[in-house]
C-alpha cells in the first residue's frame, strides 16, 4: 500500500509578502478615496443617486486624507505617490468640509443704535415634543418663553404643525394646528405672516408677503398636490415665504426657508411601506432642487435688499449651495465657530451644519449666534444682528 504524500504546507506569509499586501491596501485608500472626491465633484447635486455619499458628515472631507497621510508615509515604495495622492484629495475635499477658516480673519463692524435682531429657527413642529419616546418633557409655555426670551425683532419659523408618525403616507403626517391665542399673548404688537408651515413674526412694519411656489420647477410626475395634503397644499407647494418688512427706512425682503426633508433620510437607506428607497430618494433630490430654483426665480426680479435664512437641509458638502442665488452672499464668516454645526441637536452627535444665512451683500451682519434649544427641537435656533445702511 502507497503511503500517501504528506500535503504542501502553505507558504508562510514572509515580511516581504506582508508588505506587498501592506502596500496594496494603502494604495486602494489613498488612491480610493480621491476617486471618491472626484466624483463627488462631478456628481453632488447632479443626481440623487449620489445622495449617500452627498450627505456624509462634511468633516470627513477633510479627516479622512489626514488620516491617510501616516499610512501613505509608511507605504515605503510608493510614499511620495500616496501622500501626493491624499494631499491633493485634501486640497479638493476641504471646501466641503465646513471648516469655517474665514472667522478667522473677519470681525464684523460693532451694530448702530437701530440695528434689528433676527431669529430663524426649525422648531420641530411647533411646540411638540417628538424626541422623548413619548414622554412629554417640554411644555407649550417653555416653547413660547424660549421665543419670547430671544426678544427679536423678526423671527423666522418653520415647522408650524404638529406631526403624526404612525400615519403610513408620509404626506398625511404633517398636520395644521392653531395656537392664534398664545402667539397674540406672547407676541403684543408683532404682526404675524404665516403661509404653509412657515410663519414669520415681526414689530417692524411689513410692507407685503407672498409665499414662493416650487411647483413648477418639479418634474411632470411630482408636480401634483398628493391627496393627503389637498385641504393644506402649501405644505407642499411652498418651501419659502417671503415677507417686505421696513427696516431703517428700507424694505428688506426676508426669505423665511425650509427646505424640504433633513439629510437622516437618505442615510438610513430603506424604504417606506409605500415608496421604495429610489423613489424617496429621488422626490428629496428633486423637491430640493426646486426649492432653490424657486427662490432665484423671485430674487432675479427683487429690486429690494435680502436676507434668505432657514434649515435648508443643505450641508457645506453639498453642491446644492450652488443654487444659491448670485446676489446673496454667505454670512458663515460672521459665526465665531471654527466647525459651526447646528443639527442634530439632542444625544446624537451634532455633525450636520444645515441651517444657514445669506444677506444681499448691502445688508451688513453685526453679529452671528447658533442658540441650544432647551430641549425643544432638533435644530440650534440662529440668532443675527443685521443693519441696512441708507446709502447703496
Sequence with gaps: MDEKEPAPSPEPRTPARRRRWGLRLAAVACLGW???????????????????????????????????????????????????ASLLALVLGVGYSGINFATIFHTPPPAPADAVKVVTWNTEYWDQDRRNGGEQRTTTE???????????????????????????????????????????????????????????ITRLPVVGHSWLDSTPYLPDDLKPVPPALVDRPLFYTSQALRTDIQVNGQVVSFYNTHIFQPPV???????????????????????????????????????????????????????????????????TKVLSSLYPVTWPVGDKPRMWRIDWLFTTPDITVHSYDLTMPRGLSDHKAQQFVISAPSSR
Design 265 to 331: 433620510r437618505i442615510l438610513l437607506l430603506r424604504s417606506d411601506d409605500d415608496r421604495n428607497m429610489f423613489e424617496i430618494d429621488r422626490f428629496n433630490f428633486e423637491i430640493r432642487q426646486a426649492s432653490y430654483q424657486a427662490v432665484a426665480a423671485d430674487l432675479a426680479t427683487n429690486p429690494n435688499r435680502a436676507v434668505m435664512a432657514g434649515d435648508l437641509n443643505t450641508s457645506p458638502s453639498m453642491n446644492l449651495l450652488d443654487m444659491v442665488s448670485d446676489r446673496l452672499v454667505d454670512q
Design 34 to 84: 480621491l476617486a471618491v472626491v472626484v466624483l463627488h465633484h462631478l456628481l453632488s447635486a447632479r443626481t440623487y443617486v449620489w445622495g449617500p455619499i452627498d450627505l456624509l458628515p462634511p468633516i470627513t472631507w477633510a479627516a479622512v486624507p489626514v488620516l491617510l497621510l501616516p499610512v501613505a508615509w509608511l507605504a515605503r515604495s510608493m510614499r511620495w505617490q500616496l501622500v501626493g
Design 142 to 200: 417653555e416653547f413660547y418663553s424660549f421665543l419670547r426670551d430671544m426678544d427679536a425683532d423678526v423671527y423666522m419659523l418653520h415647522e408650524y404643525a404638529n406631526v403624526d408618525d404612525s400615519l403610513v403616507d408620509i404626506f398625511a403626517q404633517a398636520y395644521e394646528i392653531d395656537q392664534t391665542a398664545e402667539l397674540q399673548a406672547t407676541f403684543p404688537g408683532y404682526t404675524v405672516v404665516r403661509e404653509g408651515r412657515n410663519m414669520t
